[in-house]
């Protein structure tokens, strides 16, 4: 059966930086486009990131272009997010979604928790 893992998460000074990591398995991960999205306390879902099936595209929302960066080793079935210069309203549950928002999404992590503060 499909499996997205998260990791990485943790407890971040404003300025710090983390490198999420997504472990996928039971589907052909290097024919799929992955996202990251978060949802920070009390709010909405947020799409964060998408990148292609072979890693030569990405998008980003706009507030953290620059920042964060998507990136998957598809041999380990592996998806990645470097976030940079991390700020407070980037305090969020970050999950690993299998899909994008013009095939759809189908299968998501149990998510991993971005706390950034002082």
């Known amino acids: 059966q499909v499996q997205l893992v998260e990791s990485g998460g943790g407890l971040v000074q404003p300025g710090g930086s983390l490198r999420l990591s997504c472990a996928a398995s039971g589907f052909a991960f290097s024919s799929y486009p992955m996202s990251w999205i978060r949802q920070a306390p009390g709010e909405g879902l947020e799409w964060v990131s998408w990148?292609?099936?072979?890693?030569?595209?990405?998008l980003y929302t706009d507030s953290v272009k620059g920042r964060f960066t998507a990136s998957r080793d598809n041999p380990k079935n592996t998806l990645y997010l470097q976030v940079n210069s991390l700020k407070p309203e980037d305090t969020a549950m970050y999950y690993c979604?299998?899909?994008?928002?013009?095939?759809?999404?189908?299968?998501w992590g149990r998510g991993t928790q971005v706390t950034v503060s002082s």
């Open positions: 979604v299998k899909g994008s928002s013009t095939v759809g999404y189908d299968y």
């Open positions: 990148i292609d099936s072979d890693g030569s595209g990405a």
